[in-house]
């Protein structure tokens, strides 16, 4: 059955696309749920119409994406989060806090279009800002300490004793050994 998307569904396609499907796939789960219509003559010429009359406006908006991306090449995050002892932060850092981050910097960014995994520790991780189906920028993160972070107290040094002489230790060694026998 061929088929034009009318929504982009994951693992199959994007919006406007004219694919063949299996024919229980597309009528009973496609067509009923709106995610696709029936490829007709009259269905693919009016597609073609739409495409043509959208060509621009997919133009200006991809021309804007590639416009804001550029504003986030050469971009860096650090971020300061709470840390226990163990180096683990308490809660983790998303994309709401790299949302956040990327603000301060005066880039303003909806955190849905943000993907990370989620930073539950320490160190460097990369966000990805996704601004079109083809355009993302990769934003390295820096998850560091709020506070200093602290050290494990050393171990003191123990005492030195100085070591009696031979002399005296052997006698006493010996001692002993002969009540022993006794």
Do not use: C, W
Not at 63 to 71: F, I, P, Q, S
Not at 131 to 159: C, G, Q
Not at 161 to 176: I, L
């Amino acid at each position: 059955m061929k088929i034009i998307l009318k929504k982009d569904v994951l693992g199959l396609g994007y919006k406007d696309e004219v694919l063949t499907v299996k024919d229980g796939y597309g009528r009973n789960y496609l067509l009923p749920q709106g995610y696709a219509v029936i490829a007709t003559e009259k269905a693919l010429k009016q597609l073609n119409e739409e495409l043509k009359q959208r060509a621009n406006k997919i133009a200006k908006i991809k021309a804007d994406a590639e416009a804001t991306a550029a504003k986030y090449q050469g971009v860096s995050i650090q971020i300061k989060a709470k840390v226990s002892e163990g180096r683990n932060i308490y809660g983790s850092v998303g994309p709401k806090e790299i949302a956040d981050a990327l603000a301060a910097q005066g880039l303003e960014t909806n955190p849905k279009i943000i993907t990370m995994k989620s930073a539950k520790a320490l160190g460097n991780y990369e966000a990805t800002v996704h601004f079109h189906r083809e355009i993302s920028v990769v934003i390295p993160v820096e998850v560091v300490s709020s506070e200093p972070l602290k050290k494990a107290p050393k171990a003191a040094p123990a005492p030195a004793v100085e070591a009696a002489p031979a002399e005296e230790t052997a006698p006493e060694a010996e001692a002993p050994a002969e009540e022993v026998a006794e």
